[in-house]
Structures are given as structure tokens and as C-alpha cells.
């Protein structure tokens, strides 16, 4: 998740997690999350996270039952994974940032743990091809990052994850899009507030349980004082608004009707919703928006931020991308197909919106697979020319074979994450245009190719 220049009407934004708002020309992308470079073991290899992951295991769920109190900000509960085994293991190690557990339990026997952050590291005798679970049993206050992490400001807690390791600031985890599993998680916000979270709700004997596979371990929940909306002009996702308590503004209300062409737009592309329900929760404070499966956070109501975040269900959400030398395309599908259709709706062509954006950046920018800082994440190779790369590609292979490959890759991909490579893979596949000559100029140079 993250901050992010995007751009429409040569607009910047600041995304997170998956992000975008509609901002002043000439706004910057803020500072990178704190502690996403930092050292540590080897890992999953992420160019900008190395750290992050943990080779040895596949994760099948995770179970959290959690209490957070929003007012001081501190969590507690128990957290379990259930994973199998790839290899022999001696040892197991975790992610994580946070207060040290009370305890953990490997197969339901405590074990000593060596915690020195970001891992925490686990005794095991495992054969291969064995499952085992983990349970940590959590009381602490994580540390509120600045725009990353776990987030208590007054009597509100969110979470926001733009790169692997930033969910591990407050939960013991594997951190890596490498690693989909099943995420099922129940909070207990306390009298007077209210959780919501990423995944499909579901409510028993008062307690509402949130789940769904992500091809990611980008989780995101808040809780606060929300008041909730149903969007009565879309049947299916069933679509629940969550706003802090009081009158909602007008511009909110707007979108409600505005959703439903949305998502008809976005599916003609991307194919059928990929989530039973979708919650929208409006948090106070956030610089931008944040995606999750099933669960989008914003901090403003434009319609480009809506439309973008909406393809990141898609995007990001069902279909997760493998590094952070991907996010040009984690980024720059959605923001293509928000300013498609912002454009459709006042019934112009994309074509002058998108040369202003090209203008914006011309000649040259940083190749967007070329990733070695956090700033990298969030800047004008990704948000800007990540979506003109997407464009030109629509315009070498024509409507009917662009939209077969984008419906192919979120059928055969669901509840996975796709390298660019996988991409061009199934691109190629409905077209004999050399679909690596059309994106490689754009997302392996430094020089811009011809406006398409």
C-alpha cells in the first residue's frame, strides 16, 4: 500500500496500499514507510524488502482473534497459522515488528522463541510434507507508524501495508505475496466502536468473523466510530459504506450511484467481481486510499480514487503481484482503467489525458522494473507511466485482444501473484504482436518511447 503520484488532468495523488486521490499538480510522494529496509535474515527476496518472508513453509490460514481498544491503541489476542511443511525444518521463522508475545505455541506446546525484530523465531522438529501451527498470544501496543503499519490517531486504529513487512509491524506472519493463504480474523472493538476489515463478513452469535484468501499479506482493518450505509443500486458485491459517525456529505453520497457504472466498466475489462461483498470505509486522516480484498479504505471520494481502488480488487487484491519490480503494473492497470472511464463519463477520448501525463514526464524517468529504494514504490515510473505502458499496450493488440488477456489473467490467476513476465505470458497468448517489444521500452528504459 502506498503513496503514490497519480495522475489524471496531470492530477498527482497520494496512494496507499493500493491508492490513489485526486491532488494538486504538483504534488510529491511522500517518504517511504519507516523500517521496510531494514536489515535482517535472507528472505523472500523482495528487491526492496529482502528480509521480508520466510523460505521453508506454506502457510494454508490464518486464524486472529483479536481485541483492539481504539482509544490507546493496544491489541491483544491470539494469532495462528497453519501451514505445511516444504522442507525439514529446525527451526521456523516469522515476521514481525511488534510488543514480544506473552507466548507462543508450536502444535500447541510452548516454546521458547528467540524475538529479535523483524523475526521472530521459533524451535521445530518438522518433517517435510507435515502440517504444524503457530499460535502467538499478543498484549501490546504496536508503535503507530507515520503512514504505514498500525495507525491509532485519537480514538481511531487502522492498518496500511504498501510492501511486505509492514503487516508484520503489528502481527506475526509470512510477509510475502510468495505465500497466499486464507485470512479469517475476528475483532473485538469494544463498546462503541466498530471493526471492519478486509475479507467477506460473516456474523454469528454477535461476533462477525472477516474472510477471504489473499493472494497477498496486505490485511487491513480499522476501528472506530463508523456508521454504515448499504448501496441499494448494486445487487451484487452486496456494497456496505462504513463513514464516521454524522452527516455524510454530499460528494460521498454522489458515488453511491456512481458505483454500480464502475464496476460494469471495470468487469467488461477484468471480469466478474472476484468477491461476494465489498465494504468502504471513509477513514478521517488517511493521505490517500488503501485496497484490500474485499474492503477498500479511503481517505477522500473522488471518483478517480474510487475507480482506481475498485480495479485494485482485481489487481492487487484477487490477483497479487510476486515484487515491487511489478508494481508499475500493480499500479498502473488500475490507473489506466480509472482514467478510462473518468474520461467515458464526460465523454471524451482517454487519449488527451493520458498525452498530458506523458508530457508530465517526458523524456526520461526512472526504468520502472529498476527498484532499489522504498521511494521507488511510490513514484512517477509507477503511477504516471505504469499506466502509460498499460496504454500502449491497448493500443498495439486493440480492444477485443486486450480485454481477452486482462479476463484471462484475473480468471487463471485468482488467489494468486503474477510476475511481468506472467502477464506478458498470457498477453501473448490472444495476439501475435511481440507483446515484450511493446513493454519492454516502456518498463525496462529510462528513455520514454513515442506517445503511443
Not at 517489444?437 to 518498463?443: E, G, L, Q, R
Request: glycine share 10%.
Amino acid at each position: 500500500m502506498r503513496l503514490v503520484p497519480i495522475s489524471s488532468l496531470l492530477l498527482a495523488g497520494l496512494l496507499i496500499a493500493c491508492a490513489g486521490s485526486e491532488t494538486e499538480p504538483n504534488e510529491q510522494p511522500t517518504a517511504a514507510p519507516e523500517g521496510s529496509t531494514a536489515p535482517g535474515p535472507v528472505g523472500a527476496g523482495d528487491p526492496l524488502v529482502p528480509w521480508a518472508g520466510n523460505p521453508g513453509y506454506d502457510v494454508i490460514r490464518y486464524d486472529w482473534r483479536l481485541s483492539v481498544d481504539p482509544s490507546s491503541g493496544e491489541l491483544s489476542g491470539t494469532a495462528v497459522l497453519t501451514a505445511t511443511a516444504l522442507e525439514n525444518l529446525d527451526s521456523i521463522s516469522l515476521d514481525y515488528a511488534g510488543p514480544t508475545p506473552e507466548a507462543v505455541f508450536v502444535d500447541g506446546v510452548k516454546v521458547e522463541f528467540d524475538y529479535s525484530s523483524p523475526k521472530l523465531e521459533l524451535p521445530a522438529d518438522i518433517e517435510a510434507g507435515n502440517g504444524f501451527t503457530v499460535e502467538a498470544l499478543l498484549n501490546g501496543t504496536p508503535a503507530s507508524g507515520s503512514g504505514f503499519g498500525w495507525i491509532h490517531r485519537g480514538d481511531l486504529v487502522y492498518t496500511v501495508a504498501l510492501l511486505p513487512g509492514d503487516t508484520a509491524s503489528w502481527v506475526p506472519l509470512n510477509d510475502t505475496p510468495k505465500d497466499p493463504a486464507v485470512f479469517s480474523v475476528m475483532v473485538d472493538a469494544g463498546a462503541g466502536s466498530v471493526a471492519v476489515a478486509s475479507g467477506t463478513p460473516a456474523t454469528s452469535n454477535g461476533e462477525t468473523t472477516w474472510e477471504t484468501p489473499m493472494a497477498v499479506s496486505e490485511f487491513g482493518m480499522a476501528v472506530g466510530d463508523f456508521e454504515q450505509r448499504r448501496v441499494v443500486s448494486v445487487s451484487r458485491p452486496q456494497i456496505t459504506m462504513w463513514t464516521p459517525a454524522g452527516p455524510v456529505p454530499p460528494n460521498e453520497e454522489a458515488i453511491d450511484d456512481q458505483i454500480g457504472g464502475m464496476l460494469s466498466y471495470l468487469e467488461s475489462f477484468l471480469g466478474p467481481f472476484p468477491f461476494p461483498t465489498l465494504g468502504v470505509t471513509k477513514l478521517d486522516g488517511l493521505p490517500g486510499a488503501n485496497s484490500t480484498p474485499g474492503q477498500i479504505f479511503l481517505g477522500v471520494f473522488g471518483r478517480l480514487t474510487v475507480a482506481h481502488e475498485l480495479a485494485h480488487q482485481w489487481i492487487g487484491g484477487s490477483v497479487g503481484t510476486e515484487s515491487s519490480r511489478d508494481s508499475w503494473l500493480r499500479e498502473g492497470l488500475p490507473e489506466y482503467l480509472a482514467v478510462s472511464w473518468v474520461a467515458e463519463q464526460e465523454e471524451v477520448s482517454p487519449e488527451g489525458r493520458l498525452r498530458s501525463m506523458y508530457e508530465r514526464i517526458a523524456p526520461s524517468t526512472r526504468a520502472p522494473r529498476d527498484v532499489d529504494d522504498p521511494g521507488d514504490r511510490s513514484d512517477d515510473a509507477i503511477f504516471v507511466r505504469g499506466p502509460l505502458a498499460v496504454y500502449a499496450l491497448h493500443v498495439a493488440l486493440g480492444d477485443e485482444s486486450f480485454r481477452a488477456g486482462l479476463a484471462q489473467l484475473t480468471a487463471e490467476y485468482e488467489g494468486r501473484s503474477i510476475s511481468t513476465e506472467n502477464f506478458i505470458d498470457v498477453m501473448q497468448a490472444q495476439t501475435e504482436v511481440d507483446v515484450s517489444a511493446v513493454m519492454s521500452p516502456w518498463i525496462d528504459d529510462e528513455e520514454l518511447p513515442p506517445f503511443p
